[in-house]
Protein backbone atom coordinates (compact mmCIF):
# COMPACT_ATOMS: atom_id res chain seq x y z
CA UNK A 1 0.00 0.00 0.00
CA UNK A 2 0.85 3.61 -0.03
CA UNK A 3 1.96 6.19 2.55
CA UNK A 4 2.94 9.85 2.70
CA UNK A 5 6.68 8.10 3.14
CA UNK A 6 9.55 7.25 1.45
CA UNK A 7 8.96 4.16 -1.48
CA UNK A 8 7.29 3.67 -4.32
CA UNK A 9 4.90 0.51 -3.29
CA UNK A 10 3.79 -2.04 -5.98
CA UNK A 11 1.17 -4.26 -6.37
CA UNK A 12 0.86 -7.19 -8.45
CA UNK A 13 -2.24 -9.41 -8.25
CA UNK A 14 -3.79 -12.28 -11.00
CA UNK A 15 -6.77 -11.43 -13.11
CA UNK A 16 -10.26 -11.68 -11.70
CA UNK A 17 -8.75 -11.00 -8.04
CA UNK A 18 -9.91 -8.56 -5.86
CA UNK A 19 -7.12 -5.47 -5.22
CA UNK A 20 -6.75 -3.25 -2.32
CA UNK A 21 -4.89 -0.35 -2.51
CA UNK A 22 -4.00 2.08 0.63
CA UNK A 23 -3.41 5.04 1.21
CA UNK A 24 -2.53 6.95 4.82
CA UNK A 25 -3.48 10.78 4.82
CA UNK A 26 -1.58 13.43 6.88
CA UNK A 27 -3.74 15.70 7.78
CA UNK A 28 -6.30 14.97 10.13
CA UNK A 29 -8.78 18.20 9.33
CA UNK A 30 -8.75 16.80 5.49
CA UNK A 31 -12.79 16.82 4.06
CA UNK A 32 -12.67 15.31 0.64
CA UNK A 33 -10.72 12.28 -1.14
CA UNK A 34 -10.17 11.26 -4.31
CA UNK A 35 -8.42 8.31 -5.91
CA UNK A 36 -6.69 8.74 -9.23
CA UNK A 37 -5.39 6.44 -12.21
CA UNK A 38 -2.63 7.40 -13.94
CA UNK A 39 -1.74 5.17 -17.33
CA UNK A 40 2.02 5.42 -18.05
CA UNK A 41 2.85 8.46 -20.53
CA UNK A 42 -0.82 10.15 -19.80
CA UNK A 43 -2.12 12.27 -17.03
CA UNK A 44 -4.28 11.07 -14.44
CA UNK A 45 -8.06 10.85 -14.29
CA UNK A 46 -10.83 10.45 -11.25
CA UNK A 47 -11.53 7.67 -10.32
CA UNK A 48 -13.50 7.81 -7.53
CA UNK A 49 -14.18 10.81 -4.65
CA UNK A 50 -15.58 10.85 -0.83
CA UNK A 51 -16.22 12.85 1.58
CA UNK A 52 -15.46 13.20 4.91
CA UNK A 53 -19.14 12.49 6.36
CA UNK A 54 -19.12 9.16 4.42
CA UNK A 55 -17.14 5.96 5.32
CA UNK A 56 -17.54 4.15 2.01
CA UNK A 57 -18.97 5.26 -1.58
CA UNK A 58 -19.18 2.50 -4.72
CA UNK A 59 -18.72 3.22 -7.98
CA UNK A 60 -18.35 0.96 -11.00
CA UNK A 61 -16.24 -1.89 -10.02
CA UNK A 62 -14.58 0.20 -7.35
CA UNK A 63 -15.26 1.30 -3.88
CA UNK A 64 -13.22 4.00 -1.86
CA UNK A 65 -13.29 3.21 2.19
CA UNK A 66 -12.14 5.84 5.02
CA UNK A 67 -11.67 5.65 8.30
CA UNK A 68 -10.88 8.90 9.74
CA UNK A 69 -9.63 7.30 13.19
CA UNK A 70 -6.72 6.14 11.60
CA UNK A 71 -6.65 8.49 8.66
CA UNK A 72 -6.35 5.76 6.50
CA UNK A 73 -8.05 5.22 2.56
CA UNK A 74 -8.46 2.53 0.82
CA UNK A 75 -9.62 1.64 -3.10
CA UNK A 76 -10.91 -1.61 -3.86
CA UNK A 77 -10.74 -2.58 -7.23
CA UNK A 78 -13.43 -5.91 -8.38
CA UNK A 79 -12.31 -8.54 -10.80
CA UNK A 80 -9.13 -6.86 -11.53
CA UNK A 81 -8.45 -6.71 -15.13
CA UNK A 82 -5.16 -6.39 -17.11
CA UNK A 83 -6.81 -2.84 -18.28
CA UNK A 84 -6.59 -1.80 -14.76
CA UNK A 85 -2.58 -1.77 -14.39
CA UNK A 86 -1.78 1.63 -13.89
CA UNK A 87 -0.37 3.85 -10.93
CA UNK A 88 -3.09 4.71 -8.26
CA UNK A 89 -2.84 7.49 -6.17
CA UNK A 90 -5.05 9.69 -3.44
CA UNK A 91 -5.24 13.19 -2.71
CA UNK A 92 -6.98 14.62 0.33
CA UNK A 93 -8.05 18.69 0.64
CA UNK A 94 -9.79 20.74 3.17
CA UNK A 95 -12.06 23.53 2.38
CA UNK A 96 -13.14 22.54 -1.08
CA UNK A 97 -10.15 24.34 -3.03
CA UNK A 98 -8.36 22.33 -5.58
CA UNK A 99 -5.01 24.36 -4.50
CA UNK A 100 -5.03 22.69 -1.37
CA UNK A 101 -4.86 19.23 -2.84
CA UNK A 102 -2.47 16.90 -1.57
CA UNK A 103 -0.96 14.21 -3.38
CA UNK A 104 -0.07 10.92 -1.99
CA UNK A 105 2.76 9.09 -4.02
CA UNK A 106 1.24 5.98 -5.34
CA UNK A 107 1.08 2.37 -5.70
CA UNK A 108 1.66 0.59 -9.36
CA UNK A 109 -0.43 -1.81 -10.03
CA UNK A 110 0.40 -4.58 -12.28
CA UNK A 111 -2.34 -7.13 -13.20
CA UNK A 112 -1.18 -10.61 -14.39
CA UNK A 113 -3.42 -12.74 -17.26
CA UNK B 1 -14.69 16.59 -27.25
CA UNK B 2 -13.67 18.78 -24.52
CA UNK B 3 -10.31 18.29 -22.71
CA UNK B 4 -7.15 19.63 -22.01
CA UNK B 5 -3.81 19.41 -24.74
CA UNK B 6 -0.92 19.99 -23.49
CA UNK B 7 2.39 20.02 -26.05
CA UNK B 8 5.03 19.32 -26.81
CA UNK B 9 4.98 15.81 -25.29
CA UNK B 10 8.43 15.38 -24.94
CA UNK B 11 10.94 18.52 -24.31
CA UNK B 12 14.58 18.83 -24.78
CA UNK B 13 16.56 21.63 -23.11
CA UNK B 14 20.11 22.58 -22.92
CA UNK B 15 21.00 23.80 -19.57
CA UNK B 16 20.38 27.15 -19.03
CA UNK B 17 17.48 27.92 -21.41
CA UNK B 18 14.25 28.79 -20.65
CA UNK B 19 11.43 26.49 -22.29
CA UNK B 20 7.92 27.56 -22.53
CA UNK B 21 5.07 24.51 -22.32
CA UNK B 22 1.85 25.16 -23.50
CA UNK B 23 -1.08 24.09 -21.97
CA UNK B 24 -4.64 24.60 -23.52
CA UNK B 25 -8.49 23.92 -22.23
CA UNK B 26 -11.53 24.13 -24.01
CA UNK B 27 -13.60 22.84 -20.81
CA UNK B 28 -14.39 26.63 -20.33
CA UNK B 29 -13.05 26.59 -17.04
CA UNK B 30 -11.99 29.28 -14.77
CA UNK B 31 -9.45 27.49 -12.85
CA UNK B 32 -6.29 26.01 -14.63
CA UNK B 33 -2.61 24.32 -12.36
CA UNK B 34 0.55 23.21 -13.37
CA UNK B 35 1.73 20.75 -11.16
CA UNK B 36 5.11 18.69 -11.31
CA UNK B 37 5.70 14.91 -10.64
CA UNK B 38 8.85 13.24 -9.97
CA UNK B 39 9.28 9.65 -9.17
CA UNK B 40 8.33 8.45 -5.96
CA UNK B 41 6.86 12.01 -5.06
CA UNK B 42 3.38 13.12 -5.04
CA UNK B 43 1.99 15.43 -7.56
CA UNK B 44 3.58 18.93 -6.41
CA UNK B 45 1.75 22.82 -7.23
CA UNK B 46 3.89 24.81 -9.05
CA UNK B 47 1.37 27.60 -10.21
CA UNK B 48 -1.99 28.16 -10.37
CA UNK B 49 -4.53 31.13 -11.36
CA UNK B 50 -8.76 30.87 -10.39
CA UNK B 51 -9.25 33.50 -13.25
CA UNK B 52 -7.73 35.03 -16.42
CA UNK B 53 -5.30 37.39 -15.81
CA UNK B 54 -4.74 36.04 -12.27
CA UNK B 55 -2.42 33.73 -10.87
CA UNK B 56 -0.84 32.72 -7.51
CA UNK B 57 2.34 30.32 -6.50
CA UNK B 58 2.12 27.04 -5.64
CA UNK B 59 4.73 25.15 -2.78
CA UNK B 60 7.56 24.70 -5.71
CA UNK B 61 6.98 28.15 -7.94
CA UNK B 62 10.97 28.91 -7.89
CA UNK B 63 12.19 28.65 -11.10
CA UNK B 64 8.89 28.57 -12.88
CA UNK B 65 6.72 31.60 -14.52
CA UNK B 66 3.45 31.41 -15.79
CA UNK B 67 0.76 33.68 -17.51
CA UNK B 68 -2.99 33.61 -17.81
CA UNK B 69 -3.91 36.24 -20.48
CA UNK B 70 -6.98 33.96 -21.53
CA UNK B 71 -9.24 31.44 -20.06
CA UNK B 72 -8.53 28.88 -22.09
CA UNK B 73 -4.29 29.15 -22.45
CA UNK B 74 -2.10 28.84 -19.12
CA UNK B 75 1.50 28.65 -19.97
CA UNK B 76 4.22 27.61 -18.16
CA UNK B 77 7.58 29.06 -18.61
CA UNK B 78 10.69 27.09 -17.00
CA UNK B 79 13.59 29.35 -16.22
CA UNK B 80 17.12 28.71 -15.91
CA UNK B 81 16.81 29.66 -12.79
CA UNK B 82 15.22 26.22 -11.47
CA UNK B 83 17.41 24.22 -10.42
CA UNK B 84 16.15 20.61 -11.30
CA UNK B 85 13.96 21.34 -14.16
CA UNK B 86 14.44 17.87 -15.80
CA UNK B 87 10.45 16.14 -14.60
CA UNK B 88 7.07 15.24 -16.11
CA UNK B 89 4.85 18.13 -15.98
CA UNK B 90 0.99 17.95 -15.48
CA UNK B 91 -1.18 20.65 -16.40
CA UNK B 92 -5.33 20.42 -15.17
CA UNK B 93 -8.24 22.39 -15.04
CA UNK B 94 -11.28 22.69 -13.22
CA UNK B 95 -14.21 25.15 -12.59
CA UNK B 96 -14.30 27.30 -8.85
CA UNK B 97 -17.14 25.45 -7.29
CA UNK B 98 -15.92 23.36 -4.05
CA UNK B 99 -14.24 20.16 -4.76
CA UNK B 100 -14.67 20.42 -8.71
CA UNK B 101 -12.97 17.59 -10.11
CA UNK B 102 -9.63 18.33 -11.93
CA UNK B 103 -8.75 17.01 -15.44
CA UNK B 104 -5.82 17.04 -16.22
CA UNK B 105 -3.91 16.79 -19.70
CA UNK B 106 -1.41 14.03 -20.23
CA UNK B 107 1.76 16.01 -19.32
CA UNK B 108 4.57 16.95 -21.14
CA UNK B 109 8.14 15.14 -20.36
CA UNK B 110 10.80 17.88 -20.30
CA UNK B 111 14.37 16.71 -19.83
CA UNK B 112 17.55 19.33 -19.38
CA UNK B 113 20.96 18.47 -20.03
Known amino acids: GESVGLHLPTLSVQEGDNSIINCAYS??????FIWYKQESGKGPQFIIDIRSNMDKRQGQRVTVLLNKTVKHLSLQIAATQPGDSAFFFCAESYGGSNYKLTFGKGTLLTVNP | DGGITQSPKYLFRKEGQNVTLSCEQNLNHDAMYWYRQDPGQGLRLIYY???????QKGDIAEGYSVSREKKESFPLTVTSAQKNPTAFYLC????????????FGNGTRLTVT
Open chain 2, 49 to 55: SQIVNDF
Open chain 2, 92 to 103: ASSSTGQNSPLH
Open chain 1, 27 to 32: NSASDY
